[in-house]
T-cell receptor, first 113, second 111 residues
């Protein structure tokens, strides 16, 4: 079955460093991948979408890559700040064109001052 | 522009009780979704509605029913609540650019 996997262990980094989160998918080839941010007690908030024909996408300090050979997406936050501390969810398109998303478990990022 | 709103924010039920979770969006989106989020499980799709008048099952539909009342509103009903349905429930709507907008969630505890 289609599966999205993220590192369930929390990622702790020092302020100013680059955080890199990984998302791997198996058993299918999604047309796009998305990244969401979720703060405690709140709903996920969309950050970036990258399509299969795009290698890289940037938005301010965020960068996402999509490697269809490795079946992997990397999410980078450069010059990280304590305010970037949150859980980051990777999601991919499901098998049909209904807009259904398959979510990973999320990776919690903690940026220490 | 409120985006996606959900009511209630918190609810405690006893086993066997029923309740309806309400969701509304003001972005004129066609598609709407109900998810549940449990620790270590990520978001799992319960039901979705691709357009007004249509609904379909997601990954974990058992024990739930939905109604797409109109383009704005999509409700989720628990007919006979069970402790296994203790979770955080999120409603979302989808834009034409494939991104989803989530509500603030309903935290449900079934005793």
């Amino acid at each position: 079955s289609q599966k999205i996997e993220q590192n369930s262990e929390a990622l702790n980094i020092q302020e100013g460093k680059t955080a890199t989160l990984t998302c791997n998918y198996t058993n299918y080839s999604p047309a796009y991948l998305q990244w969401y941010r979720q703060d405690p007690g709140r709903g996920p908030v969309f950050l970036l979408l990258i399509r299969e024909n795009e290698k890289e996408k940037r938005k301010e300090r965020l960068k996402v890559t999509f490697d269809t050979t490795l079946k992997q997406s990397l999410f980078h936050i450069t010059a990280s700040q304590p305010a970037d501390s949150a859980t980051y969810l990777c999601a991919s398109q499901g098998s049909s064109n209904t807009g259904k998303l398959i979510f990973g478990q999320g990776t919690t990022l903690q940026v220490k001052p | 522009n409120a985006g996606v709103t959900q009511t209630p924010k918190f609810q405690v039920l006893k086993t066997g009780q029923s309740m309806t979770l309400q969701c509304a969006q003001d972005m004129n989106h066609n598609s709407m979704y109900w998810y549940r989020q449990d620790p270590g499980m990520g978001l799992r799709l319960i039901y979705y509605s691709a357009s007004e008048g249509t609904t379909d099952k997601g990954e974990v539909p058992n024990g739930y029913n939905v109604s797409r009342l109109n383009k704005r509103e999509f409700s989720l009903r628990l007919e006979s609540a069970a402790p296994s349905q203790t979770s955080v429930y999120f409603c979302a709507s989808r834009s034409g650019r494939d991104t989803q907008y989530f509500g603030p969630g309903t935290r449900l505890t079934v005793l």
